[in-house]
C-alpha cells in the first residue's frame, strides 16, 4: 500500500517536473517578450534595463533554475502586463472561477437529478425521449456557441440578463462574492448554465440509467408491495442508492469545469484565471501563463493522485494490477 | 426485420453493412446532409458567389448588410448578410467549413496513424514497451483535452500546422488504446498463432494480420473524434488561440461576429455557428449509426 503511494507520489512529481520543462521552454520559444513589454520608441539603455530587470539576459538553463527555486518558494515571477506576482495575480482571479465552477455544479446537479429520474421512469414516454435528445445536444453542441446563443436571446434579444461581467460583488470571509446580491446572481446565471450543460447532460445519463437499474431491484418491488407511496419510493429508496456514484462522477468532473471556465469566461467576461490566462496569451505575458499552466497542472495531478489513492483503498485490485505492471 | 437466409448467403459484407446503415431514416437523413456538407467544402472555390479572401472584390460600402440585401452596385444579393468588411457571409462559410473540416480530418488521419502503431506495439510486443506507450496514455488522458491543447498552443504561438499537432497530441491516445485492447483480445487468437509458427516478421503480423482485425471499433472512434477534432478546433479558434486570421474556420467566424452580436447583428455570427452545428451533429449521426452497425454484439443474428 505504501509502496504504491509513493510510486504514485514520484509519478506525479515527475510529471509535474516535465510539464513545468516544457511549459518553460515552450514559452521561451514563442515571440520575443521584449518587443511586447517595451515601446518601439525607447532607447537602447532603457530596454538593457528592462532586459536584466526581468532576468531575460541570462542563459535558457539558468532561467529554468532560477525559476524552479523560485517556484519551490511559492514565487513564480512577476507579470510583465500588471508588474505584480504571477501568483497573487491568479489566486486573486480563482475565487470568481471557483464561484463559477461550484454554481455549475450545482446547477447540473439540481437540473440534472430531476430529469435524469424523469427520464428513467419513463424511457419511452414523449418526455423520456426528448429529455434524452436535449441531453445529447449538450454533450455535442460546442459551448462557446451555446453561450453566444444565450447572450444573444436572453441579454439581446429579450433584455432579461446582463451580456457579461460579474456584477456586483460582496465580502464573504474576505473574499469577493456575486452570489448574496440579486445583481449578482442575474450575472452569474448564464455562464454558471452555459458551464454546467456537459454536466447537466451526464448527469441526466447517469441518473437515468441508475434509474432504471434501480427499479428492478427487489427492495423497489418490496416498497410497492408495503404500499408506499411512488413520490416515495422514487424520491428516497431509489435516489439514495443511485446518488452515490453520480456525486462521484460529478466530483471528479470539477478539474474538468475549472478547464472548460476558460471557454465560459471569455464568453461572458468572467473575470476569472480562465480570461486571465487567455489575455495573458495575447499579450505574451510570459510569468503568467507559465505560472496559470503550472498552477492548473498541479491542480490536475493532486486530483487525480487523490483519487488513485482512493481507489487503491476501495477497491485492491487496482493495487494489484499496479505491483505486477 | 428478419432477413431470409438466402439473402444473406448472396449478401456480400459490403452490402449487408449498407444495408444496415441505411437502415436508419436519421442516419440516413444525417449522412445524406454531411455529404452535401463536404461536397461544399470541397468545391467551395467554385460554388461561392464570392472570393472571401480576395480583398479588390469587397467592397466596404457593403459592410454588415442584413441577410437578402444586394450589394451597392448591385452586382449580388447577400443571402447570408455581410461582415464588418462587406464580405459576403455564405461565402465565407463555405471557406470556413473547408478550412474546419480540412483540418478536423487531417488531425485525426495523423492522429490515427500515430496511436495505431503505438497501441499495435504496445498490445503485440507487451512489457516494458507496452508499460510506457500505456503510463504516458494514462497520464494525458487524465487532463482535458482542451488543456492539453491550451498548454501547446500557449507554447507553439497560432498557425493551421500547431493546430493540427495540438489537435493529434489531444487525440493519438484514445486510439492507442482503442488499438491496444482489441491487438490483445485478437493477439490470443489462433490465426496469431498460425502467422507466428510461418515464420513471418512482427512487422507484417502486426500490420497485415492483427491491424484488420482491430478496425472495426478504431473507426467508430475515428468518426466520434472528427467531429469533436472540428468542434476543439473551433473553440479554440473563438478563443484567439487557433487559426490566424488569414485562414478563418467557423470558430474564427464565430469569434468575429461576436461583438456585433451584442447590437443586434446576428448573421456575422449565427450563420457560421449553424455550420459548425450541422456538420458537428451530421458526423455524430453517422458515427453513431456506424457503432450499431459495427458492433457485432447488437448485430442481428
Known sequence: MLAFIIRRILQSLVVLLVMSLLVFVGVHAIGNPVDVLISPDADQIERAKVIVAFGLDKPLWLQYFIFLKNAAGGDLGRSFAYSTPALALIFERMPATLELSSAAILLSVVLGLPLGLLAGLRPNGLVGKTIMAVSILGFSLPTFWVGLMLIMVFAVQLGWLPTSGRGETQMLFGVPVSFLSWDGLRHLLMPAFNLALFNIALVIRLTRSGAQEALMQDYVKFARAKGLRNSRIIGVHVLKNILIPIVTVVALQFGSIIAFSIVTETVFAWPGMGKLIIDSIRVLDRPVIVAYLLLIVTIFILINLVVDMLYSVLDPRVRLAESKG | ?301
Open chain 2, 1 to 301: 426485420m428478419e432477413p431470409t437466409p438466402a439473402r444473406n448467403m448472396a449478401e456480400t459484407p459490403w452490402q449487408r453493412f449498407v444495408r444496415n446503415f441505411f437502415g436508419s431514416r436519421i442516419a440516413t437523413a444525417g449522412f445524406v446532409l454531411l455529404a452535401l456538407i463536404v461536397l461544399a467544402a470541397i468545391f467551395a472555390p467554385v460554388i461561392s458567389p464570392q472570393n472571401p479572401y480576395d480583398l479588390a472584390k469587397l467592397d466596404v460600402m457593403d459592410s454588415r448588410l442584413e441577410p437578402g440585401q444586394a450589394s451597392v452596385d448591385g452586382s449580388m444579393t447577400y443571402l447570408l448578410g455581410t461582415d464588418d468588411q462587406g464580405r459576403d457571409m455564405l461565402s465565407a462559410i463555405l471557406y470556413g467549413i473547408r478550412i474546419s473540416v480540412m483540418v478536423g480530418v487531417l488531425s485525426t488521419v495523423i492522429a490515427l496513424s500515430l496511436g495505431l502503431t503505438l497501441g499495435l506495439l504496445a498490445g503485440y510486443a507487451g512489457g516494458r514497451i507496452e508499460a510506457f506507450i500505456m503510463r504516458v496514455a494514462d497520464i494525458q488522458l487524465s487532463f482535458p483535452p482542451i488543456l492539453i491543447a491550451l498548454i501547446l498552443l500557449a507554447l507553439t504561438g497560432r498557425g493551421i500546422d500547431k493546430i493540427v499537432i495540438a489537435l493529434v497530441a489531444v487525440q493519438w491516445a484514445y486510439y492507442a488504446r482503442t488499438t491496444r485492447s482489441a491487438a490483445l483480445v485478437e493477439r490470443k487468437k489462433e490465426y496469431i498463432e498460425a502467422a507466428t509458427a510461418l515464420g513471418l516478421s512482427p512487422l507484417r503480423i502486426m500490420f497485415r494480420h492483427l491491424l484488420p482485425n482491430c478496425l472495426p471499433p478504431l473507426i467508430v472512434v475515428a468518426a466520434l473524434q472528427v467531429a469533436s477534432a472540428i468542434s476543439l478546433e473551433a473553440t479554440l479558434s473563438f478563443l484567439g488561440l487557433g487559426l490566424p486570421i488569414t485562414e478563418p474556420s467557423l470558430g474564427l467566424l464565430i469569434a468575429n461576429g461576436f461583438q456585433y452580436l451584442l447590437s443586434g447583428k446576428y448573421w456575422i455570427s449565427v450563420f457560421p455557428g449553424i455550420a459548425l452545428l450541422a456538420t458537428v451533429v451530421t458526423i455524430n449521426l453517422v458515427a453513431d449509426q456506424l457503432r450499431d452497425v459495427l458492433n457485432p454484439r447488437l448485430q442481428t443474428q
